[in-house]
């Protein structure tokens, strides 16, 4: 009995061993660089690349539609174009009353936008614009960005203007017969432009270094 077993162990593994032969002698697959699957001998070694092949270069005009940064203390970046205070009115009443409310003074997504100037050395703050804000082109660089909500950076310049220019005069920064563009919205003097104050941790006066860096 034990015999007849160790004979059919026998049998089993040599029949094993053969096939795994036979499937050896017969295997093909490779790697997509041609190495075969499975092999332990030596092969050649696939050169690399001089350089990486990721991307594809950009001119000055691909980026043109995502350089909108504005330097808000002196508005540099701001685009050229106009808008005036009672053609704000008119863009706000189409695009922004709906979120904003009527005149700005809260509506269903959105609280006020006017007021609460002074409130930021009090305990019961109101964030506006007017109250907040210490540079009037950040205005400009917010509702260009963002807004309206549901089709942000749709707005034109001139239009982005104007709104800037409707806000400021709810928050009586401004006449009712004022213009905005690049040059007069810098100008324009925010109530809490010296309430913040500086960032001076080394971080924020890092310089871009490639080599020899320090």
């Known amino acids: 009995m034990r015999s007849a077993k160790r004979k059919l162990i026998f049998v089993l593994i040599t029949s094993a061993l053969w096939g795994c032969a036979e499937m050896g002698g017969r295997m093909a697959a490779k790697s997509s660089s041609g190495i075969p699957l499975g092999s332990t001998g030596p092969h050649a070694v696939q050169p690399l ?11 000055e005009a691909d980026l043109a539609a995502w350089n909108i940064d504005i330097r808000t203390p002196d508005g540099r970046g701001l685009p050229p174009g106009q808008g005036s205070v009672a053609e704000g009115r008119k863009v706000y009443e189409a695009k922004c009353v709906a979120c904003h409310g009527a005149d700005a003074k809260g509506g269903p997504m959105y609280g006020t936008m006017v007021g609460g100037i002074g409130s930021f050395t009090t305990n019961t703050r109101v964030l506006t614009p007017g109250s907040m804000y210490p540079y009037a082109p950040i205005l400009f660089d917010y509702i260009r960005r963002a807004m309206p909500l549901d089709r942000p950076q749709t707005l034109s310049a001139d239009e982005v203007y104007a709104v800037s220019a409707y806000l400021l005069n709810l928050n009586g920064l401004v006449s009712a017969d004022a213009i905005m563009d690049a040059t007069r919205l810098a100008r324009v003097q925010m109530p809490n432009r010296n ?15 490639m080599t020899s860096c320090k």
Do not use: E, I
């Open 49 to 59: 690349p001089d350089k990486p092949r990721f991307g594809q270069p950009m001119s």
């Open 195 to 209: 309430g913040f104050l500086l960032d001076d941790r080394p971080d924020t006066r890092a310089q871009r270094c």
